[in-house]
């Protein structure tokens, strides 16, 4: 079987920091070692750095970043508790769906794919919801939702944040934006590859955990048991030792350059290739005002495409041809959008380079 | 933080083999790149094998054992379903909880732990269970549980085993026993870190999937267009890409070994320690006759034990002078018996003849 190196500029995986790679190599230690135990404690005072909080209860969820979504619900709802959830791409959609799936009354509050949604509407869509569930970063369209309103006037009301790509890439500030939950993976803005879901519970949400969740794999009050046990540790289920010496690596690439300087780096990566694709005359697709650094989305030109290629045909050029990898487009936009992300160890100006040098020669093929 | 390399002799994880750590070093692919998918298939095949059975839908779920547990329930119960469970052990337990959680009536069928469960009294319990459940190798007790008596006699009822600590370490049987639905984990007799939980559904079982399972996660209606999705993979969750990699290598290592060959290194290096420990005055905890090779529980010798040293310490002095890890024991054993793992890359005359040498030096303290 052959195994290319690829350069991941789809919307994750990105590639990882070289450091996680390493971290990869060390020896597997039990999940109750007197030496493992550390480690995942300074992974989680790494991970509250990363999500700027102090909230005890914040640890890697042993699932890619649906299964932190899923923890982020289930340990939450009740039957016919009410749940607003803003969509304006496909993971907003997939909140709705597994908020409905742990027995929630869904509030959907919609607002068009490559659009921000209007926090006011959210706000306003039920008197006393039980949650308010948004998207910080729509991974399909490459839109960022505001928080910091929703989590200054939620009320009663637990503030709930996907940050699967936002975190690391563009401030993310759970404490100081009031939120209650939040989980993110570790394949976008963190430079590890997929495997885990950070997750974050402020002091209200963790009185607010159910009693005994549909879940017993995500189940919060048993998992605290192991993740915040202080010197006595309950087992509950056996912690995925190497994927949590590679969130711990990666962690700890991010925070020694700095979450600002990681932040910069996201931020002139992606203007430069959102200022790039304009100059070639492609038109983006997120809302001006709301595009994230980190996921660029660009309209296909259709009518423009050498002879001969679709867009998928585009796509499997840079993969054959350059090693590249970027993302199509999700659900109703399948076809007409690109994806491109600028993640982690990949949000470099030599990869902006590189991608708009190869767009530029496919784009130039002869008919 | 210190960080040493260990024995890894407890009830898992194990020490995983070269080659899984190797391949976690390959660069990462997307979740839906034209080289991951064959590697992604050939999992699957490479499971098929270890499983002893043709199920197409067999792939490893994005979670650690207890995940694949929680999958081998959540898919195939609707309210008010009967689930006959088997118990003789924290396993057994576990899936008493987790039947229930997805709405299951339970019927428990006990054993004494450290016995085994008698077909007969689960195939007894209900006259129309929608599932009988049972713990094929159980961890806790190191006790096998008889699995093909099971099969012959279910009638309509699917019959669900939990292989986490028997796959690749004594023979696993799912077409010729009849088993419908069967989970294992990695990091015990596949040599692997802990991470994913290997599946495996009879087609029997596959018409019996429930339509909207509580779990989004973990829906195998909708995980099936990825893993068995042909040339057309629709996308659910991003796969724990590198996790993948190691499975894909420690289940290369143990077919390139052969099945039976690993039985046999098991079978030895069990038979090898359980003599030893006889031999030492031990008494073996676990049935006659239905004891595992690949984990060995024993009495602790209460009145034996060096002076200054209760159970733990002597756990404490074989971590902390020798590197080995054992583990204690659970539930109403803890503090009672010992459990020691040879599973995997772990399973060899050598670590046999190490922690006997070392169990000998340590008990032989001057007081």
Same mark, same amino acid.
Not at 156 to 164: F, P, S
Not at 261 to 277: I, M, P, T, V, Y
Not at 328 to 336: D, R, S, W, Y
């Given at each position: 079987?052959?195994?290319?190196?690829?350069? =991941?500029?789809?919307?994750?995986?990105?590639?990882?920091?070289?450091?996680?790679?390493?971290?990869?190599?060390?020896?597997?230690?039990?999940?109750?070692?007197?030496?493992?135990?550390?480690?995942?404690?300074?992974?989680?005072? !790494?991970?509250?750095?990363?999500?700027?909080?102090?909230?005890?209860?914040?640890?890697?969820?042993?699932?890619?970043?649906?299964?932190?979504?899923?923890?982020?619900?289930?340990?939450?709802?009740?039957?016919?508790?009410?749940?607003?959830?803003?969509?304006?791409?496909?993971?907003?959609?997939?909140?709705?769906?597994?908020?409905?799936?742990?027995?929630?009354?869904?509030?959907?509050?919609?607002?068009?794919?490559?659009?921000?949604?209007?926090?006011?509407?959210?706000?306003?869509?039920?008197?006393?919801?039980?949650?308010?569930?948004?998207?910080?970063?729509?991974?399909?369209?490459?839109?960022?939702?505001?928080?910091?309103?929703?989590?200054?006037?939620? +009320?009663?009301?637990?503030? =709930? /944040?996907?940050?699967?790509? $936002?975190?690391?890439?563009?401030?993310?500030?759970?404490?100081?934006?009031?939120?209650?939950?939040?989980?993110?993976?570790?394949?976008?803005?963190? +430079?590890?590859?997929?495997?885990?879901?950070?997750?974050?519970?402020?002091?209200?949400?963790?009185?607010?955990?159910?009693?005994?969740?549909? $879940?017993?794999?995500?189940?919060?009050?048993?998992?605290?048991?192991?993740?915040?046990?202080?010197?006595?540790?309950?087992?509950?289920?056996?912690?995925?030792?190497?994927?949590?010496?590679?969130?711990?690596?990666?962690? +700890?690439? =991010?925070?020694?350059?700095? @979450?600002?300087?990681?932040?910069?780096?996201?931020?002139?990566?992606?203007?430069?290739?959102? !200022?790039?694709?304009?100059?070639?005359?492609?038109? @983006?697709?997120?809302?001006?005002?709301?595009?994230?650094?980190?996921?660029?989305?660009?309209?296909?030109?259709?009518?423009? @495409?050498?002879?001969?290629?679709?867009?998928?045909?585009?796509?499997?050029?840079?993969?054959?041809?350059?090693?590249?990898?970027?993302?199509?487009? @999700?659900?109703?936009?399948?076809?007409?959008?690109?994806?491109? +992300?600028?993640?982690?160890?990949?949000?470099?100006?030599?990869?902006?380079?590189?991608?708009?040098?190869?767009?530029?020669? /496919?784009?130039?093929?002869?008919?």
């Amino acid at each position: 079987m052959t195994h290319s190196d690829r350069i =991941l500029m789809g919307p994750g995986p990105c590639n990882p920091y070289p450091e996680v790679i390493e971290a990869f190599s060390r020896p597997v230690l039990g999940h109750l070692d007197p030496e493992f135990i550390p480690l995942l404690d300074e992974t989680g005072q !790494r991970l509250r750095q990363a999500f700027s909080t102090t909230n005890p209860l914040t640890f890697p969820v042993s699932g890619t970043g649906s299964a932190g979504m899923e923890a982020a619900f289930v340990n939450f709802i009740e039957p016919g508790d009410t749940v607003v959830v803003g969509v304006n791409g496909v993971f907003g959609g997939r909140m709705c769906d597994v908020a409905a799936r742990s027995g929630a009354e869904v509030v959907r509050v919609d607002a068009p794919w490559g659009t921000a949604i209007d926090p006011e509407q959210l706000l306003d869509a039920h008197p006393d919801p039980k949650i308010i569930a948004v998207v910080h970063a729509e991974t399909s369209t490459g839109v960022r939702n505001d928080i910091a309103q929703l989590g200054a006037a939620k +009320g009663d009301a637990l503030l =709930l /944040i996907d940050c699967v790509t $936002s975190l690391g890439g563009i401030p993310v500030e759970l404490d100081e934006w009031n939120v209650d939950i939040a989980y993110s993976g570790t394949q976008k803005c963190l +430079g590890v590859p997929p495997g885990l879901a950070p997750l974050s519970v402020s002091a209200t949400g963790v009185e607010r955990i159910v009693e005994r969740p549909q $879940s017993w794999y995500l189940d919060l009050n048993m998992i605290a048991k192991y993740v915040t046990g202080g010197s006595a540790r309950a087992y509950h289920h056996t912690a995925p030792i190497s994927m949590i010496y590679a969130l711990h690596a990666g962690l +700890g690439v =991010l925070l020694d350059e700095g @979450l600002e300087a990681s932040f910069d780096r996201h931020r002139s990566a992606g203007e430069a290739l959102q !200022r790039g694709l304009v100059d070639m005359g492609f038109e @983006l697709f997120a809302q001006e005002g709301h595009r994230l650094p980190e996921l660029t989305t660009v309209v296909v030109p259709a009518d423009r @495409l050498p002879s001969g290629l679709d867009e998928a045909g585009v796509r499997r050029r840079l993969l054959d041809d350059y090693g590249i990898e970027i993302g199509g487009g @999700l659900g109703e936009f399948a076809g007409k959008v690109w994806r491109i +992300g600028l993640m982690g160890h990949t949000a470099r100006q030599r990869n902006v380079t590189l991608l708009l040098g190869a767009l530029t020669e /496919i784009m130039a093929t002869p008919a």
